[in-house]
Structures are given as structure tokens and as C-alpha cells.
T-cell receptor, first 113, second 121 residues
Framework: KQEVTQIPAALSVPEGENLVLNCSFT??????LQWFRQDPGKGLTSLLL?????REQTSGRLNASLDKSSGRSTLYIAASQPGDSATYLCAALAGGGADGLTFGKGTHLIIQP | DGGITQSPKYLFRKEGQNVTLSCEQNLNHDAMYWYRQDPGQGLRLIYYSQIVNDFQKGDIAEGYSVSREKKESFPLTVTSAQKNPTAFYLCASRLEGKGLAGGPGFYNEQFFGPGTRLTVL
């Protein structure tokens, strides 16, 4: 059974720093990996989707990479801002593409002004 | 505006009651999903549906039921058999992808609704 782990569980950094969030998964036979942002009490906002055949995706200050062979993905946030404060979740899609996503527990990020 | 709506935003249930959570999407997506989120845990899959009149159990389906009579709607019923229903419930949908010409298929991203917070009194 697929398991997804996110490290660290929480992170607090000063504004302007570049940072990396880590995600690992136990079964490398994934179809894609998706990164989300969740604000307190809200639903999930999709940030980036990486297909299994891709190595990375970029959107603005965000860059996500995927290494299936090692079972790892990273989310890189450049020039962090207080508005980036949220919980970041990664999720893997496996099981023929029809099943739901398997989620990590998230990284709670605080950007200090 | 296209999107996923969930109602109500907050729901309170008494012991022994069944309650139904609504999920509607106007994105013309094929697949729809229900997840449950508990503090300190990742989201867990309850049920999913790829097409109308068909649905499959996820990892924690016990005590829940669903229907998919219309493409845009996927209501979730929390029955009295669910022993610990207090949680944040999230609905999602996804457009079925098409395979790349000459290459592997790809799978589109899931989009999520705003959630319903259910509390047992």
C-alpha cells in the first residue's frame, strides 16, 4: 500500500528565504504527483502537477521536482513571502489512475514578516 | 464561474442520525471523489466515482454511502453506523485524461471544493 511522508512537519523561516519541502512515497509506480496548498479551514488549492514521465514543473516562484526511482519529490519556494504561510500537501496517484490520491500529512509553513 | 461547491459549510449531527453532504461541480469532470480530513492526519479516500451510476469504495468507506445519478453531483451520506464522523469532508473532481500520442497516458489534476465541517453533538 502506498504511503506518503512529508518532512518537515512544520517550518518557520524569515521572509525572503528560499526553502524546500520534501515528500517521499513508498511505491514508485505512480501516475502523477500533485502539490496542494491548504489555508486554515479551507479546501485544497492545486499548485503543481507532475506526470510520471516528467521531472519537474514550475509555476511562478514554485518549482516541483519528481524522482520516481528514489521515491521523492521536492517543492521549492523562492523568495518566500508572508502570504505563502499555509499547509502544503503532496499526494500521489496510483492504482490505474482511477483511485483517489494518497496524501502526506503536510508541512505547516510559517513565513515571518 | 466553474468550480466545485459543497454544502453546507458546517453541519451538526445528533447521535443516531444520518446526514447528507452535497457536492456539485460544473466543470464537466468525469470522476468525483470524497475525502475525510482529521487533525494531524492526511486526507483519506472514502468513495470515488468515474462515471454516472458507478462508484467504488475507498480506504475508509464503512459507515458512508454515496450515489452518482448525475454527472455533476456526488452526495455523501454519513450514516449512524459511522462511529466517529466528526471531521472535515472534502469533495474533489477530475477530468479524465487522454493519452499522449505515441506515449503513455496522463492523468489530470484533482480540484477540490471548500469542504464541509461535520460535528457530532
Amino acid at each position: 500500500k502506498q504511503e506518503v511522508t512529508q518532512i518537515p512537519a512544520a517550518l518557520s523561516v524569515p521572509e525572503g528565504e528560499n526553502l524546500v519541502l520534501n515528500c517521499s512515497f513508498t511505491d514508485s509506480a505512480i501516475y502523477n504527483l500533485q502539490w496542494f496548498r491548504q489555508d486554515p479551514g479551507k479546501g485544497l488549492t492545486s499548485l503543481l502537477l507532475i506526470q510520471s514521465s516528467q521531472r519537474e514543473q514550475t509555476s511562478g516562484r514554485l518549482n516541483a521536482s519528481l524522482d520516481k526511482s528514489s521515491g521523492r519529490s521536492t517543492l521549492y519556494i523562492a523568495a518566500s513571502q508572508p502570504g505563502d504561510s499555509a499547509t502544503y500537501l503532496c499526494a500521489a496517484l496510483a492504482g490505474g489512475g482511477a483511485d483517489g490520491l494518497t496524501f502526506g500529512k503536510g508541512t505547516h509553513l510559517i513565513i515571518q514578516p | 464561474d466553474g468550480g466545485i461547491t459543497q454544502s453546507p459549510k458546517y453541519l451538526f449531527r445528533k447521535e443516531g442520525q444520518n446526514v447528507t453532504l452535497s457536492c456539485e461541480q460544473n466543470l464537466n469532470h468525469d470522476a468525483m471523489y470524497w475525502y475525510r480530513q482529521d487533525p494531524g492526519q492526511g486526507l483519506r479516500l472514502i468513495y470515488y466515482s468515474q462515471i454516472v451510476n458507478d462508484f467504488q469504495k475507498g480506504d475508509i468507506a464503512e459507515g458512508y454511502s454515496v450515489s452518482r445519478e448525475k454527472k455533476e453531483s456526488f452526495p455523501l451520506t454519513v450514516t449512524s453506523a459511522q462511529k466517529n464522523p466528526t471531521a472535515f469532508y472534502l469533495c474533489a473532481s477530475r477530468l479524465e485524461g487522454k493519452g499522449l500520442a505515441g506515449g503513455p497516458g496522463f492523468y489530470n489534476e484533482q480540484f477540490f471544493g471548500p469542504g464541509t465541517r461535520l460535528t457530532v453533538l
